[in-house]
């Protein structure tokens, strides 16, 4: 049998839900390991992140513990910073 109970609140969406696919991104503004560099990005829920440095790497490679939370690592090693204009 189904339930036809429409008023049940939808599940609070949660940071883990958040799509991060970047959508857009603006012109280049250099080059690091033969890859464009962004000056800009902008993810499917249209957060906007500014180019902010190179990640530094450890002996097992990239490090995430060098990321603030208001910044995002993408390759090959650009760290992003959330625009503060969002």
């Known amino acids: 049998m ?4 429409t008023n049940a609140p ?3 969406p ?4 958040n799509d991060n696919t970047i959508v857009e991104h603006g012109p280049s503004i250099g080059e690091y ?7 800009y990005i902008v993810d499917a ?4 992140f500014d180019f902010n440095r190179i990640a530094l790497e450890g002996g097992g490679g990239l490090e ?4 603030a939370r208001n910044e995002c690592l993408i390759s090959p ?3 992003y910073r959330r625009s503060p204009e969002d």
Do not use: C, H, T
């Not at 189904?2 to 109970?5: E, I, T």
């Not at 829920?45 to 906007?48: L, Y």
């Not at 995430?64 to 990321?67: A, I, K, N, R």
């Open 45 to 48: 829920n249209g957060v906007r």
């Open 2 to 5: 189904v339930d036809g109970n």
């Open 77 to 79: 090693g650009l760290i």
């Open 10 to 12: 939808d599940p609070e």
């Open 14 to 17: 949660n940071e883990d839900e």
């Open 64 to 67: 995430p513990s060098q990321l």
């Open 33 to 39: 390991r033969r890859e464009p560099i962004p000056e």
